[in-house]
C-alpha cells in the first residue's frame, strides 16, 4: 500500500498481518480525496485507522493536524510505524472509537475531515456517525467519510448534516456527510 499523492507520494506503508484490518482500496481513496478536493490546513480525525493510510494521505497533501484512533495493540503499533517511516507527527489513540470521541469531545476537540472505516456488518457506522454529530466534533464546513459494505444501511440525514456523496466501489461504499446548506 503506498501514499497516493502530495509531498509523501509513492512512500509504501505497512499493515498488521492477518485480516484484522481491512485496507481502505487505493481507488476508493482517490476517490475520497478527489471529492474532498483540497485538503490543505485541515484538522483530520482517522476512526477505525488500521493502518493510518486515510490520515498519512490526509498529511501528505497538507493537512494541518492528525488524530488517529483505532482499539488495536497491533494496529496502532503499525500507525506509528508507518508515522515513521514518513517522518510525520500525530496524536495515535488506543481505545474504542465511541470512548474516544466522549474524550475528544470533552478536550474541546474540532475536526474539519472526519473519516470512519468501522467493521462490516457491526452496525458501528450508525453508532459512530451518530456520536461525531451529536458530541459536535464536525466544523460548521467540515465533512465526514465513512467507508461501509455495500449493503449497509446508512442515515440519510443526522440532524443538520446528510449525504452529499454515496458511491459503491466493490464491496465497499463511501458516503460522506456535510452541514446542510
Known amino acids: 500500500m503506498r501514499i497516493i499523492a502530495g509531498r509523501l507520494r509513492g512512500r509504501k506503508l505497512k499493515a498488521p498481518r492477518g485480516l484484522a484490518t481491512r485496507p481502505v482500496l487505493a481507488r476508493v481513496r482517490e476517490a475520497l480525496f478527489n471529492v474532498l478536493g483540497d485538503v490543505g490546513e485541515l484538522r483530520v480525525l482517522d476512526l477505525y485507522a488500521g493502518t493510518g493510510a486515510i490520515g498519512i494521505e490526509a498529511l501528505s497533501r497538507g493537512a494541518q493536524s492528525l488524530v488517529l484512533v483505532d482499539n488495536g495493540y497491533k494496529q496502532c503499533r503499525v500507525i506509528r510505524e508507518n ?3 514518513v517522518g510525520k507527527d500525530a496524536v495515535v489513540i488506543r481505545s474504542d472509537v ?4 466522549e474524550k475528544l469531545r470533552n ?4 475536526f474539519d475531515f472526519i473519516f470512519a472505516d ?3 456488518k457491526k452496525g458501528m457506522a450508525q453508532k459512530t456517525i451518530t456520536s461525531v454529530f451529536n458530541k459536535g466534533l464536525l466544523s460548521g464546513s467540515g465533512v465526514m467519510a465513512v467507508t461501509v459494505r455495500y449493503d ?6 443526522v440532524d443538520t448534516y446528510e449525504i452529499i456523496f454515496d458511491r459503491r466501489y466493490g ?3 463511501l458516503a460522506l456527510y456535510k452541514m446542510k446548506q
Open 83 to 85: 508515522l515513521t517511516i
Open 98 to 101: 465511541i470512548r474516544a470521541l
Open 107 to 110: 478536550d474541546g476537540r474540532v
Open 118 to 120: 468501522p467493521p462490516y
Open 152 to 157: 449497509e444501511e446508512l442515515p440519510q440525514r
Open 171 to 173: 464491496d465497499t461504499r
